[in-house]
């Protein structure tokens, strides 16, 4: 089975892209099942309905989240009828949506997909999220009878060393590891030891001619002055589209790269 997941898709730049390149990536690819984060993609935050409609028309099967993933006003009202989960290890037992998915992929099975975040670096409530790792293990171990296609993680952390141990600590449990978050590739794509495909961070889906997908004056303004800017999304120059491979009967991951 051959698994496509999209990196984080960053506003209207970075839908343009998948919409431009998606369908030509998964006919050449022969891709059977695309994964995308879109904790961004409306409006840089959050996502809404209709843009979620119009990328599963571009070919995305299922959706991710992260630290964004309520930021629109009535994503929670929508969040549970919508193809896309959100971080398992939000703390309380009433967060509207699910933190996985088993996703029925008709002849290649069932695949099931867990969204998590670090806690490492990052600032805010988010530093009292219930452990990711915990989280993970206790999800597995509820459906440690059931034989997947394939088990991906989403994992939407800051640090790399926390990424990097969440892929050691899952290897030989789970298909993939795939990083989120900080918007920018990492090469360090390869198979794990007991065989867990890794990946630090697939990177950022948008306009790469800018800070993150913010407008680069913005963003040099507020590191020269320390002072707070309010963010404006780039939406001229070149446009990425990041994404990797996973193939689980070759048992590879490759990073797939285009620009716009």
Known sequence: MKILFVGEIVAEPGRKATRHI?????KEYEVDFVIANAEN???????TEDTIKDLQS???????????IFWQKGTEDIIDQLPIIRPVNYPGDNVPGKGYAIVDTGKNGDVLIINAMGRTSFGGTFCYLDDPFKRIDEVLETHKDKNFAAIIIDFHAEATSEKNALGFYLDGKVTAVVGSH??????DNRVLPKGTMFVTDVGMTGCIDSVLGVKSEIVINLLKTA????FEWESAGTKAFRSVLLDTVKKSIERIDKVL
Not at 58 to 68: A, E, I, P, R, S
Not at 227 to 230: C, E, P
Request: glycine letters at 18%; one cysteine or more; hydrophobic letters at 25%.
């Open 227 to 230: 002072r707070h800017q309010k």
């Open 41 to 47: 993609e409306a409006g840089g935050k959050g996502i």
């Open 58 to 68: 571009y070919g995305v099967d299922f959706f991710t989240g992260g630290d964004h």
């Open 22 to 26: 998606l369908p030509e990536v998964i």
């Open 182 to 187: 900080t918007h920018i590739p990492t090469c």
